[in-house]
């Protein structure tokens, strides 16, 4: 885990900047597994496609572009 000191309160620090975008889908697949497990309830023994849950695309905002 990787700390940043923190000098000045009124900004933000800009956590995920130089990573890829498969770094940050690994940081947030190990950060929803602790969430998870935090809450006291067992890790799901089934495969991810048999879990419930929907996938959508919202297609009325404006596009968005990549840095």
Do not use: K, N
Request: glycine residues 4%; negative net charge; charged residues 30%.
């Amino acid at each position: 885990m990787i700390f940043e000191r923190i000098i000045s309160l009124d900004e933000e620090p800009p956590l995920h900047d130089q990573s890829t975008p498969e770094e940050r889908l690994l940081a947030m697949a190990r950060l929803s597994r602790r969430a998870w497990l935090a809450s006291g309830r067992p890790w799901p023994s089934c495969p991810r496609a048999e879990l419930p849950g929907e996938v959508f695309r919202i297609d009325h905002g404006p596009a968005r572009q990549s840095p």
